[in-house]
T-cell receptor
Framework: GNSVTQMEGPVTLSEEAFLTINCTYT??????LFWYVQYPGEGLQLLLK?????DKGSNKGFEATYRKETTSFHLEKGSVQVSDSAVYFC????????????FGKGITLSVRP | GAGVSQTPSNKVTEKGKYVELRCDPI?????LYWYRQSLGQGPEFLIY????????DSGLPNDRFFAVRPEGSVSTLKIQRTERGDSAVYLC????????????????FGPGTRLTVL
C-alpha cells in the first residue's frame, strides 16, 4: 500500500536559518504530493502541492520538488521565521476516484528568535 | 466564506457508550472525508463520501464505526461501544469536484473533534 516517511523530529532552528524537512514516499502509479501545516491551535492547512514529476510547489517562501527517481518531496525554506513554528505533514493522494490522503507522522518545527 | 466546521470540539465519554460526531462541509463541496489522528501520528483515512453515498469505506477499523451523509451535505460519524483505543482527534475534510468529475486534489480540513474515552 501507499506510505509516507518523514524525518524524525522535533526540529529547532534559529530565525533566518535554512530549513530542510525530508519526505519520501511509496506508492503505485503517479500520486500527487502535498505538504500540510498545522499551526498551534489551528486546523490542517494545505501549504503546497505538486501533481507530477519535476513539478515544484511553492508558497510562503517554502518549496518542494516532486522527485520521482528518488521518490522524495523534501520541504525547504531559505530563511525561517518564528511564525513558521508549526507541525508539518507530508502527504500523498493516489489517483483513484477517492483521492484519499496518506500522511506521514508529521514533524514539529520550533523557530527561536 | 465559512470553512469546514465540526461539532463538538471536544467529547469525553465512557467506555462502552455511543457517540456521534458531526461535520458540516464547505457549501457546495460534494466530496467529504473522515480521518482519524492519534497522538503523535498523521491523520489516517476512514471513509469518503461522494454526494450521499459512501464511495470508499476501506479505512473504517471495524463495524463499530459507521458514517452517514443523508442529504449530501452534513455528515455524522457514529461510534458504537466505544473503547479507550478510539481516543483520537477525528478530522473531517471536504473538496469540490474537478473537471473530470472526481474530487479536486485539495482537501479543506475542519478543526477536528477530540474524542476521549475513559
Amino acid at each position: 500500500g501507499n506510505s509516507v516517511t518523514q524525518m524524525e523530529g522535533p526540529v529547532t532552528l534559529s530565525e533566518e536559518a535554512f530549513l530542510t524537512i525530508n519526505c519520501t514516499y511509496t506508492a503505485t502509479g503517479y500520486p500527487s504530493l502535498f505538504w500540510y501545516v498545522q499551526y498551534p491551535g489551528e486546523g490542517l492547512q494545505l501549504l503546497l502541492k505538486a501533481t507530477k514529476a519535476d513539478d515544484k510547489g511553492s508558497n510562503k517562501g517554502f518549496e518542494a520538488t516532486y522527485r520521482k527517481e528518488t521518490t522524495s518531496f523534501h520541504l525547504e525554506k531559505g530563511s525561517v521565521q518564528v511564525s513558521d513554528s508549526a507541525v508539518y505533514f507530508c502527504a500523498l493522494s493516489d489517483n483513484t476516484a477517492a483521492r484519499k490522503l496518506t500522511f506521514g507522522k508529521g514533524i514539529t518545527l520550533s523557530v527561536r528568535p | 466564506g465559512a470553512g469546514v466546521s465540526q461539532t463538538p470540539s471536544n467529547k469525553v465519554t465512557e467506555k462502552g457508550k455511543y457517540v456521534e460526531l458531526r461535520c458540516d462541509p464547505i457549501s457546495g463541496h460534494t466530496a467529504l472525508y473522515w480521518y482519524r489522528q492519534s497522538l503523535g501520528q498523521g491523520p489516517e483515512f476512514l471513509i469518503y463520501f461522494q454526494g450521499t453515498g459512501a464511495a470508499d469505506d476501506s479505512g473504517l477499523p471495524n463495524d463499530r464505526f459507521f458514517a452517514v451523509r443523508p442529504e449530501g451535505s452534513v455528515s455524522t460519524l457514529k461510534i458504537q461501544r466505544t473503547e479507550r483505543g478510539d481516543s483520537a482527534v477525528y478530522l473531517c475534510a471536504s473538496s469540490s469536484l474537478g473537471l473530470a468529475g472526481g474530487p479536486r486534489n485539495e482537501q479543506f480540513f475542519g478543526p477536528g473533534t477530540r474524542l476521549t474515552v475513559l
